[in-house]
């Protein structure tokens, strides 16, 4: 342990396992970061002068080796550490003695929210091009164009195109996209060399690191940096949050549309029953609505941890790093399984255009043309609505009604040829060529940190 | 697979993983309750004549196999199979093709209602015992009586006594204790039987797996059945809040007497900093607060799970069984470690004596001996705290503070003994005999279900 | 203003509208039990002595006044007054300066949590009577007894009744009512005489009060008393989630039944749109949803609220009021107009017969009967999934299908006659004749505690 | 109403009641905007011929007429009207009839959006400014420069200056700057022409109106629009909450550092107890924390409403306006009290001190100054530690211990000038000249808006 000088005895195991909670299985995901924070910390300690070349270049040996051993996955967290910094440290030491050194100017405080920055970069910049991917896979299923219901109050509003479908979410999935890009800049701050709280009193150059390890720039007042611990998480798990609720609006909308025979969905998507033969359940469906519950109560485990504490560091904040890997593993897979399946999804394009007639869809087309004939809106408005009522009284469609019964019925003169294209189902003006800004930020970002990975461990 | 004579391809493997999730690790703590529930059920087909005496037998013994395997250790589920159900049924079917016909007159909807009811019983009893050990925990505590300080708005409020204070958890944890109880009664009802949503059109005898499971009741309507789940579990874990509710507010007041100095945590419950030689921290007390917000995240998960779903079995709610699970091993840790820890602190009596006379905390008892003397309530509440201005700006405290003194500022004729006896710190009154049931309800019913199981397993 | 003594400076008016909140709006609701309350607090220091008879008859005396000008509307809460205690006591010290008394013994901690106990008592009567009146409407709507779908996984399930479908519904509100009654338990304790947060040093007589009052017996310990705000508002809202989550599902299965044409919900409960003439729109249902959502916030502000304080009275405790409000109102809201529109839905039986078709509804029954002529479960199972693959393909469901094609695909011999009766719509086993219990407890609480209030308050 | 022709039966009037909720009071916010959007919309309506221009004037002249009256407080919402939308269109068809064409092209779902994008920009601009406001009290109490303690885990960690502590709320508010920012670019985005969901068939100009109202861009897809609702809410409300949060945290600082007297609050921000004289309670601070928990609620209200819904309009979303504007009533307000306190507050650095000393603080700078002397961090690092428990057992702290004493229990050899300047508590390195930016953005915004509002209501 890196600390118990002043102890008279040690912590019990069962304590120790309770704190240390489920560190082992998290820290496994911050190693790689834990270490090449550890060499840029070295080598600005070595550029200082704080450290001495030769002991520094020890450490740094030292790092590189335990970075070679965790890549072949032979570097393992074990329970009686209690951390992935403690291990980290632990394993230079074993290697040479100068590593007892490698912690001076540096706190566990700010060594964990530099691996928990480090981390949140890399997931952003992945979840930005999942994102792109399911964009690219609604781009594809809108190929499929044909006509599309659009609801309101879960009733049948007005014709759309699938075309026009897709591009709405493609549309929102870039504000999702904007909103992570957002949260990045926040995140790409250097908290390292806030110490414990309130900094260190060594000479310590903190723009170097900040450069080392690709940082936009230094977070400078080392109290709020340590105090920051859980926001960035907030604020992504929040951005992860968004995209869920919007995954659960899809998978209600092909739950439905797939149960009406709207939209089918492969086989291969579905899962059966054990009692009823009968049954084909788009079981991942529910699990991404039931997913979201999940993200959502992720949000709300940070948000409230953060909230009853003062500032500084306080253990509270561990949880935190426990709610955000929950939401980002359970959020890419889920976007990635729905990527996979949107592009499969088949229309039935007949069963469209009969819930779209017997919703009388073209009330409003209708309406429109009314008014421009010289109708005040609210009193074609109301003509129409008349006119339905006439029609649900007959049992019949918009479709199967001729023109001069409408006419009749709201006193008019349509034409046949106004009422035939007045009433058909088609929408061009709907129909919508999906343009999206694939990830340039992603990809540059990317390869700029691989860059600086490099750099640090050498190649 | 249980299912797929209607299906033209398999589901894929990704798919399966998501649509799984974590019920492999999940699903493990359900094998026992899976087994004994397919033995009642099977001894019920048996009986009715369902299935014939032979038969029934093949898959009983089979059953036990499994329940000796898996009680050694040697059952193990694996990802390929989609849950406990079908994990068992498998099993079964190996050892006996008669396994083919123990899911008549049964559903995985009911069956996994099945499971998590007995699994909620169980732990519902354990959690009843645990909170018993920290109310013992807390008369231990009570022993070392002492004066303790009271607050309101966390300033200083009167002085209490030490098992006045322990005594008020204890009652406290007896209404968690109640609400765990009134759960359990709702969770003890019997499920098998509801079939997928319906029923079944078999003849079953529903009150016989009743009796042989240890139920209190059937749960009679199918489909309210197959719709409640989720709802015990929510329930359950909102009793579960609350008591980590109350285990942050222990935690919170212990975090901030000890720093003070008036409560005393041993050493080996604290952990130090890697930074600071100063630092003696309690992160267990900041670790359960932490994770009371993870409890109220799983509750926010589940009632929203539950929230966005139609009647009937959903998919969704396959979520409510990872976040109970992750509710009952937090909160049960919890409790056991602060039950460990209460009795071991110490109270420092000369530093709460210092605190309270610093608060003026004898300012009400004060003002209640001017009403006793004739002066009205409110006023001499005014001359009260006349009186402490008067030593504030002296810099004293009542204990420094003559009876003459305080005569002349309150214009009253307070004898030198009242003063005396007002401004003691004691309070006789509040000290405590703490009483509290111990939980025969959960020592009765553990016998009676270990009695269950051993008839429907065999000695 | 009921404090001051001790203060240099008088508190800024913005400052004490920030600390009021929505105290005037909310607290108009507490003035009834606050009279009540004090004239039992006051009878009983007149009973022990601590006020003489004349000067306790005077304060009963202005209590009765202002209670009367309470109940003419005459009484009004204003901003200048920190709340409702303040304006009561106020009041009375203007017709008698007796008033300045009776407030001994007595915080303003204890009085809120006698005024909110009583308050509870009430609106917990009052949802039981609403649930029941619920539960009635569901009865009333179960005597349109026809065939109604079961849905899992939003697909067709199995057929069912709607006698059936409307008693799951009260058997789940049944466990609902349960929990209002469990939670009354708790709620029905006495706080009064818990003073600040440790009791008084006067001889008052709780059990006195807890007669006089109604409750069922004293909330024993006073640092638990004072702690427990908020306890009882949290078990309360978390019932009323429950309740309201189950309207959300009814609201949730109604829009889309009556989309579909199965169920019709009665014009006077829709309004349509601005825009589109086709729309006819049961708002109510979707707000109802969308409330389900807002009592959640307030379980969640209350929840968290508790949390984040040490215990001992804190005024953060002030905000589980603004919740616990706010969520009554509209949970009662809610009910009743569910109970209202539910006896006027009208069900479109032969759409019904028509989804059932064509979900293959009947599967599960034939299955069934391929078991009892011998076929194992497992394979009948598959068997049945084979047939609907053949039905698809021809576009038929099982009530366009003859039994020889049936007997052929599947390789069995059913007779025509059971092939009808297995492919039979009807389920004779699942019309249900409903049964609850009206709630006898509310009853009887309520006539018992209006003549608690009588008692008190005179004829 | 604007809807009516199909229906046979109006809806009863509680239904419309529980409808329109709060509206009527919410609604009154939004009354400027949804004339202001309607000037708009007539405007471009006449631009493109759709209305004639006569008719479009007398619309336009109408609906100033409304503008002023609404200004002078005569125009008023009442309940018989639906919503804001036909109260407005309401007024002005009862000034010129060719209000009944004020409508066309138009949707109340593209309507009420616009509103809310009008209100929310002018609440965060006025947040904005709000939140510069804080930080300008934080720099004007910094001027008070003083020494300040850091806590980590609630214990002290090292020893800071007043200036650093409001410097890290200072650089902590400008990331919610930020966020408030980032949110206002996708709120910036004109919703109107999307109609009810699918636009519309009349040749509109949304680039005009973008123009007319100041929006940055025209939000293009329909659907996606239409969608929106209650995503930038929720971001709004995100924001929010992490303000709060961090107004919670000061909030529990305060209430701690003041408890223990290192800080002072001045008299006029507390409240006393109606029964014990001693007290002084920082109300407003409890009441902050509280609220932070609200707008939380809020937060999960907004999200779960959005979860459990499909795309495109539904009523569901109604409730995000009440969340939202709970939400930004109460920060603004805690906001406003929060910096109108903090300059007031009074710092007894002599309590610092001595609570400094108390908690070992210079212990870091000791281990620092060992490792400059050559000894390896940890063993420094352990030595200190062995030096704190020397100065326990006899009671000292490090300002009453030698560098005698000191140099004989680690064993080194500092000397007498370095171990005073070594346990000093001044860290002039901490001292810090706060910086931040005054929002120009907001300023310039604002000043933008008021221009469009002029330009479109005429001066």
Same mark, same amino acid.
């Given at each position: 342990?890196?600390?118990?000088?002043?102890?008279?005895?040690?912590?019990?195991?069962?304590?120790?396992?309770?704190?240390?909670?489920?560190?082992?299985?998290?820290?496994?995901?911050?190693?790689?970061?834990?270490?090449?924070?550890?060499?840029?910390?070295?080598?600005?300690?070595?550029?200082?002068?704080?450290?001495?070349?030769?002991?520094?270049?020890?450490?740094?040996?030292?790092?590189?080796?335990?970075?070679?051993?965790?890549?072949?996955?032979?570097?393992?967290?074990?329970?009686?550490?209690?951390?992935?910094?403690?291990?980290?440290?632990?394993?230079?030491?074993?290697?040479?003695?100068?590593?007892?050194?490698?912690?001076?100017?540096?706190?566990?405080? =700010?060594?964990?929210?530099? =691996?928990?920055? +480090?981390?949140?970069?890399?997931?952003?910049?992945?979840?930005?091009?999942?994102?792109?991917?399911?964009?690219?896979?609604?781009?594809?299923?809108?190929?499929?164009?044909?006509?599309?219901?659009?609801?309101?109050?879960?009733?049948?509003?007005?014709?759309?195109?699938?075309?026009?479908?897709?591009?709405?979410?493609?549309?929102?999935?870039?504000? =999702?996209?904007?909103?992570? +890009?957002? &949260?990045?800049?926040?995140?790409?701050?250097?908290?390292?060399?806030?110490?414990?709280?309130?900094?260190?009193?060594?000479?310590?150059?903190?723009?170097?690191?900040?450069?080392?390890?690709?940082?936009?720039?230094?977070?400078?007042?080392?109290?709020?940096?340590?105090?920051?611990?859980?926001?960035?998480?907030?604020?992504?798990?929040?951005?992860?949050?968004?995209?869920? +609720?919007?995954?659960?609006?899809?998978?209600?909308?092909?739950?439905?549309?797939?149960?009406?025979?709207?939209?089918?969905?492969?086989?291969?998507? &579905?899962?059966?029953?054990? +009692?009823?033969?009968?049954?084909?359940?788009?079981?991942?469906?529910?699990?991404?609505?039931?997913?979201?519950?999940?993200?959502?109560?992720?949000?709300?485990?940070?948000?409230?941890?953060?909230?009853?504490?003062?500032?500084?560091?306080?253990?509270?904040?561990?949880?935190?790093?426990?709610?955000?890997?929950?939401?980002?593993?359970?959020?890419?897979?889920?976007?990635?399984?729905?990527?996979?399946?949107?592009?499969?999804?088949?229309?039935?394009?007949?069963?469209?255009?009969?819930?779209?007639?017997?919703?009388?869809?073209?009330?409003?087309?209708?309406?429109?043309?009314?008014?421009?004939?010289?109708?005040?809106?609210?009193?074609?408005?109301?003509?129409?609505?008349?006119?339905?009522?006439? &029609?649900?009284?007959?049992?019949?469609?918009?479709?199967?009604?001729?023109?001069?019964?409408?006419?009749?019925?709201?006193?008019?003169?349509?034409?046949?040829?106004?009422?035939?294209?007045?009433?058909?189902?088609?929408?061009?003006?709907?129909?919508?060529?999906?343009?999206?800004?694939?990830?340039?930020?992603?990809?540059?970002?990317?390869?700029?940190?691989?860059?600086?990975?490099?750099?640090?461990?050498?190649?």
């Amino acid at each position: 342990m890196l600390w118990g000088g002043r102890f008279s005895k040690k912590p019990k195991e069962a304590l120790l396992e309770f704190n240390s909670g489920e560190n082992v299985t998290l820290d496994s995901r911050l190693v790689t970061y834990d270490i090449l924070g550890s060499v840029a910390h070295v080598k600005m300690l070595k550029k200082q002068g704080i450290l001495q070349a030769k002991e520094a270049d020890e450490i740094l040996n030292a790092l590189k080796q335990i970075y070679k051993k965790s890549e072949n996955g032979e570097f393992e967290l074990t329970k009686d550490l209690e951390d992935v910094h403690t291990a980290v440290e632990n394993a230079v030491t074993k290697i040479t003695s100068n590593g007892k050194n490698m912690h001076i100017a540096r706190s566990r405080n =700010d060594q964990v929210l530099l =691996d928990m920055r +480090m981390y949140m970069r890399d997931e952003i910049i992945n979840l930005l091009e999942i994102i792109s991917s399911m964009q690219e896979a609604l781009t594809k299923l809108s190929k499929k164009d044909s006509v599309f219901p659009a609801y309101t109050h879960t009733r049948i509003a007005q014709p759309i195109t699938l075309s026009f479908y897709c591009d709405s979410y493609v549309k929102s999935l870039d504000r =999702d996209k904007g909103r992570l +890009m957002d &949260c990045y800049k926040r995140v790409n701050q250097n908290p390292l060399g806030a110490g414990a709280v309130a900094g260190t009193s060594w000479n310590i150059d903190r723009k170097y690191t900040t450069e080392l390890l690709g940082f936009e720039s230094v977070q400078e007042n080392a109290l709020d940096t340590i105090s920051s611990r859980g926001e960035m998480e907030a604020e992504f798990v929040f951005a992860l949050s968004m995209v869920m +609720m919007k995954l659960s609006k899809i998978s209600e909308e092909l739950i439905w549309l797939s149960q009406k025979g709207l939209v089918i969905i492969p086989d291969d998507y &579905c899962t059966g029953s054990s +009692m009823m033969p009968n049954k084909k359940n788009a079981d991942f469906l529910e699990l991404i609505r039931g997913r979201t519950a999940r993200i959502y109560g992720n949000l709300m485990h940070i948000l409230i941890t953060l909230k009853g504490t003062p500032s500084g560091y306080n253990s509270d904040s561990q949880e935190t790093k426990y709610a955000l890997l929950s939401a980002i593993n359970t959020t890419t897979l889920a976007i990635q399984i729905m990527a996979d399946v949107l592009p499969k999804l088949e229309i039935n394009e007949s069963k469209v255009k009969e819930e779209l007639e017997q919703g009388f869809s073209q009330a409003t087309e209708i309406a429109d043309l009314l008014v421009k004939k010289g109708i005040p809106f609210r009193d074609s408005h109301k003509l129409v609505g008349e006119l339905i009522q006439y &029609c649900e009284s007959k049992g019949k469609v918009f479709g199967q009604t001729s023109s001069t019964e409408a006419n009749k019925i709201m006193n008019v003169k349509l034409s046949e040829k106004e009422w035939i294209a007045t009433t058909s189902l088609l929408r061009e003006r709907l129909k919508t060529k999906i343009t999206f800004q694939k990830s340039d930020f992603a990809e540059n970002e990317k390869r700029k940190l691989e860059k600086i990975g490099q750099n640090l461990i050498g190649a």
